[in-house]
């Protein structure tokens, strides 16, 4: 027994009278079905996705790794011209270096509380501000910085600030630039938004006033 709603069109013969329906709409492709069905997965597994993402300020400043391998690798990419580096000279030439390339990476926002690792943000070449941030700062910690922290605000922004030779700089991602300060002071006024906290692998320090 044929059943008419879903029995597959007919093609037209070439030259037939036009029947008047409207024409086909595109089907969607493997890639935007694929997408599609991520979403439902997310979409599903959402609280625990974020229960599994949720981390401690321990977590946070153990995210801070100048010792890993990938952030070995890239020191090593980026001081291999100085030949050797001394950091008192080259310091602040390779802390620009690295803000450009992470500077390099899209800005992406995941649908879910999600924590990119170092090899993954490289493949991708994309993070979100804080993912970019813990990269940025175990960059500079590896190259000698004592100094460099990520910060957080209210805003939703991240930011690397770090001192060299009297000077403050901030790592804006906004901006896409690495900002010259006279003073601590003043690299943290120019900050989007209320401080929340900031960290490195060595310390964490709230900004919030306690309930």
């Known amino acids: 027994m044929d059943l008419p709603f879903i029995k597959k069109k007919e093609k037209p013969e070439s030259g037939s009278a036009d029947t008047g ?3 086909a709409q595109n089907e ?3 890639d935007e079905i694929r997408l599609k069905l991520y979403k439902l997965i997310i979409d599903r597994y ?3 996705i974020e229960q599994g993402e949720t981390r401690s300020v321990s977590d946070l400043k153990a995210m801070i790794m100048p010792h890993h391998e990938k952030i070995a690798l890239l020191r090593e990419a980026i001081t291999g011209g100085f030949h050797p580096f001394v950091y008192e000279e080259h310091f602040l030439q390779a802390a620009k270096m690295c803000f450009e390339h992470v500077s390099s990476f899209k800005t992406i926002s995941a649908p879910v509380s999600f924590w990119l690792e170092f090899a993954e943000m490289q493949v991708l070449m994309a993070g979100d501000e804080i993912d970019k941030s813990i990269l940025l700062c175990s960059l500079l910690r590896s190259l000698g910085s004592q100094n460099a922290k ?3 605000t ?3 922004n991240s930011y690397v600030l770090f001192q060299f030779a009297g000077k403050s700089y901030v790592a804006d991602y906004s901006q896409k630039e690495l900002v010259e300060k006279e003073t601590g002071e003043a690299a943290l006024e120019s900050l989007k938004g ?3 906290y900031s960290f490195n692998d060595k310390e964490y320090e709230s900004f919030q006033e306690p309930e």
């Open 150 to 152: 990520v910060f957080m």
């Open 21 to 23: 329906a409207p024409p």
């Open 28 to 30: 969607p492709s493997e």
């Open 194 to 196: 209320k401080i929340i």
């Open 154 to 156: 209210d805003s939703r």
């Open 46 to 48: 959402r609280d625990m």
